[in-house]
Protein backbone atom coordinates (compact mmCIF):
# COMPACT_ATOMS: atom_id res chain seq x y z
CA UNK A 1 0.00 0.00 0.00
CA UNK A 2 1.05 3.65 -0.89
CA UNK A 3 2.38 5.61 2.29
CA UNK A 4 2.11 9.24 1.89
CA UNK A 5 5.60 11.03 2.14
CA UNK A 6 4.74 14.12 3.75
CA UNK A 7 7.94 14.47 6.07
CA UNK A 8 9.88 14.12 2.48
CA UNK A 9 7.71 16.75 0.59
CA UNK A 10 8.01 18.99 3.81
CA UNK A 11 11.52 18.61 3.99
CA UNK A 12 12.30 19.52 0.04
CA UNK A 13 10.11 22.36 0.69
CA UNK A 14 11.94 23.76 3.54
CA UNK A 15 13.48 27.62 2.64
CA UNK A 16 15.38 29.26 5.27
CA UNK A 17 15.47 33.56 5.43
CA UNK A 18 18.47 34.64 3.73
CA UNK A 19 19.62 31.79 2.41
CA UNK A 20 19.36 30.10 -1.02
CA UNK A 21 16.62 27.18 -1.65
CA UNK A 22 18.27 23.96 -2.23
CA UNK A 23 17.47 22.89 -5.67
CA UNK A 24 14.15 20.00 -5.56
CA UNK A 25 15.24 16.80 -5.97
CA UNK A 26 13.44 15.04 -9.12
CA UNK A 27 11.96 12.18 -6.80
CA UNK A 28 11.74 10.86 -3.50
CA UNK A 29 11.29 7.54 -1.77
CA UNK A 30 7.97 5.95 -1.09
CA UNK A 31 7.04 2.60 0.37
CA UNK A 32 4.66 0.58 -2.14
CA UNK A 33 3.35 -2.90 -2.17
CA UNK A 34 6.14 -3.56 -4.20
CA UNK A 35 8.66 -2.47 -1.26
CA UNK A 36 10.78 1.28 -1.30
CA UNK A 37 9.83 2.72 -5.00
CA UNK A 38 11.02 6.48 -6.77
CA UNK A 39 8.12 8.23 -7.06
CA UNK A 40 7.50 11.69 -8.60
CA UNK A 41 6.16 14.81 -7.10
CA UNK A 42 2.75 13.65 -8.10
CA UNK A 43 3.25 10.06 -6.40
CA UNK A 44 3.49 8.30 -8.96
CA UNK A 45 6.34 5.39 -9.64
CA UNK A 46 9.24 6.35 -11.91
CA UNK A 47 10.70 3.35 -13.86
CA UNK A 48 13.50 2.67 -15.69
CA UNK A 49 14.18 0.67 -19.46
CA UNK A 50 16.45 -2.07 -19.75
CA UNK A 51 16.87 -1.07 -23.84
CA UNK A 52 18.04 2.53 -22.29
CA UNK A 53 21.85 2.98 -21.49
CA UNK A 54 23.09 5.48 -19.47
CA UNK A 55 22.78 8.80 -20.56
CA UNK A 56 20.55 8.07 -23.51
CA UNK A 57 16.95 7.44 -23.68
CA UNK A 58 15.79 4.79 -26.92
CA UNK A 59 12.01 5.79 -25.64
CA UNK A 60 10.53 8.03 -27.79
CA UNK A 61 7.63 8.56 -30.30
CA UNK A 62 4.44 5.94 -29.26
CA UNK A 63 6.75 4.29 -26.61
CA UNK A 64 6.99 7.95 -24.45
CA UNK A 65 3.44 8.73 -24.97
CA UNK A 66 2.49 5.28 -22.85
CA UNK A 67 5.84 5.99 -20.62
CA UNK A 68 6.11 10.03 -19.95
CA UNK A 69 9.43 10.71 -19.44
CA UNK A 70 10.47 12.60 -15.96
CA UNK A 71 10.93 15.84 -17.87
CA UNK A 72 13.87 18.17 -16.34
CA UNK A 73 13.17 21.42 -16.34
CA UNK A 74 17.64 22.45 -16.08
CA UNK A 75 20.37 20.46 -16.86
CA UNK A 76 22.26 20.65 -13.63
CA UNK A 77 23.04 17.53 -11.81
CA UNK A 78 22.16 16.90 -8.22
CA UNK A 79 24.21 13.88 -6.78
CA UNK A 80 23.49 10.65 -8.92
CA UNK A 81 20.64 12.70 -10.72
CA UNK A 82 22.04 13.58 -14.05
CA UNK A 83 19.87 15.63 -16.81
CA UNK A 84 19.73 13.64 -20.73
CA UNK A 85 18.78 15.19 -23.68
CA UNK A 86 16.30 13.55 -25.52
CA UNK A 87 16.06 12.99 -28.99
CA UNK A 88 13.33 15.91 -29.32
CA UNK A 89 15.50 18.22 -27.63
CA UNK A 90 13.43 18.02 -24.26
CA UNK A 91 15.61 17.29 -21.23
CA UNK A 92 14.74 14.18 -19.03
CA UNK A 93 16.09 13.03 -15.49
CA UNK A 94 18.54 10.57 -14.88
CA UNK A 95 19.71 8.34 -11.85
CA UNK A 96 22.80 6.93 -12.26
CA UNK A 97 22.50 7.58 -15.65
CA UNK A 98 19.61 5.33 -16.65
CA UNK A 99 16.30 7.88 -17.59
CA UNK A 100 13.69 7.68 -15.31
CA UNK A 101 9.75 7.29 -16.63
CA UNK A 102 6.24 7.12 -15.20
CA UNK A 103 3.48 4.72 -16.58
CA UNK A 104 0.61 5.72 -18.11
CA UNK A 105 -1.62 2.85 -16.96
CA UNK A 106 -0.86 3.88 -13.58
CA UNK A 107 -3.40 5.91 -12.52
CA UNK A 108 -3.38 6.63 -9.04
CA UNK A 109 -0.04 7.25 -7.02
CA UNK A 110 1.09 3.92 -5.68
CA UNK A 111 0.01 2.14 -8.57
CA UNK A 112 2.97 0.02 -10.25
CA UNK A 113 0.83 -1.65 -13.22
CA UNK A 114 4.47 -1.32 -15.13
CA UNK A 115 6.77 -3.46 -13.58
CA UNK A 116 8.29 -6.24 -15.36
CA UNK A 117 6.45 -5.23 -18.82
CA UNK A 118 7.64 -5.85 -22.25
CA UNK A 119 9.27 -9.41 -21.64
CA UNK A 120 10.77 -7.47 -18.07
CA UNK A 121 12.20 -4.67 -19.65
CA UNK A 122 10.74 -1.75 -17.39
CA UNK A 123 11.21 -2.14 -13.67
CA UNK A 124 10.02 0.30 -10.64
CA UNK A 125 13.16 2.60 -10.00
CA UNK A 126 14.75 1.96 -6.82
CA UNK A 127 16.09 4.24 -4.50
Excluded at 11 to 32: H, K, R, W
Excluded at 35 to 52: C, E, R, V, W
Aim: hydrophobic share 40%; aromatic share 8%; proline share 6%.
Amino acid sequence: MFKNTIFMAALLGLTLSGCATPPAMPAVTAETAKGKTLIDAKGMTLYSFDKDSAGKSVCNGKCAENWPPLAAASTEALGEWSVVTRDDGSKQWALRGKPLYTFIKDTKPGDAVGDGFMNNAWHIARP
